[in-house]
């Protein structure tokens, strides 16, 4: 759930922190220089400059339903992360989801585009953005930007604070109110489990690109419509289809750049 404005101001008032004025606010979006961290991938790990995906939206309809009512994506990456599934809406826990139209876009305005659109499922997740706000706003470095293009989550580090939710646009972040250790029907031993009061989002699969893996969302999509690769590759698939296909990004007047393209 993205939180606006006024609720931001909230934050730094309960928090009796002021680290960010209120002046600084609006630079948030603004592009500036993010800290990058290097990043040495071990060896067999799958490497790339950029890292990026591509959303299909047609392959996403095409597939049926039944297919995005389960969608397989999703629960593979689940699975994987230990994601809970916890009933209740207002503290669950998302990595990646499906929405409509109006809360995937909702600043487009052109009724063209609309009335084409508002009949597809968009596939929601971090956006892995080259400028994140999330990561200028984060008091302990538990996000911050690898050289890859990954912007990483540090649970260890985490203190809660919720400003890197304040900070993204885009509501790519969840908050654990509750334990979310009950609410796992299998636990994965090769990936930690969290406790109360961190922030976790899609972190692009960074523990399988090491073991040379493709994200698990992308290799469960039966339909294809998810395709990973190096944005900076010129002769990577993924730039391939972003030359052939009409693209967007989520709020591109924010200057964030998101990672993260939806073909149409």
């Not at 593979?76 to 990646?96: F, G, Q, R, S």
């Not at 796992?184 to 523990?207: A, H, I």
Request: proline residues 8%; contains cysteine; hydrophobic residues 35%.
């Amino acid at each position: 759930m993205a939180i606006k404005r006024r609720d931001f101001l909230k934050i730094l008032g309960v928090g009796g922190i002021s680290t960010i004025g209120v002046a600084g606010i609006g630079s948030l979006y603004s592009r500036a220089e993010v800290e990058v961290v290097p990043h040495t991938p071990p060896q067999g790990a799958l490497k790339a400059k950029r890292w990026g995906m591509v959303i299909d939206v047609r392959k996403c309809i095409e597939s049926g339903e039944e297919c995005i009512k389960n969608c397989e994506a999703i629960q593979a990456c689940h699975l994987t992360h230990n994601v809970p599934n916890i009933p209740d809406k207002k503290k669950e826990i998302k990595w990646i989801w499906i929405d409509n139209f109006e809360h995937a876009f909702p600043d487009l305005k052109d009724q063209k585009i609309v009335e084409h659109l508002s009949r597809f499922p968009f596939f929601l997740l971090c956006n892995h953005c080259e400028n994140p706000p999330c990561v200028r706003v984060c008091p302990t470095k538990a996000t911050f930007k690898r050289s890859d293009g990954i912007v990483m989550m540090d649970f260890h580090r985490c203190i809660g604070c919720r400003f890197c939710m304040a900070g993204c646009p885009y509501g790519s972040r969840s908050f654990n109110w509750i334990d979310p250790r009950p609410y796992l029907t299998k636990v994965n031993p090769e990936f930690p489990t969290r406790k109360p009061g961190v922030v976790e989002k899609c972190l692009f699969c960074y523990e399988r690109l090491d073991e040379g893996k493709i994200p698990a969302c992308v290799e469960a999509c039966k339909s294809q419509a998810l395709i990973f690769g190096d944005l900076n590759d010129p002769e990577s698939e993924i730039n391939k289809i972003l030359k052939e296909r009409v693209s967007l990004t989520r709020k591109p007047e924010l200057g964030t750049n998101p990672s993260v393209f939806y073909v149409i």
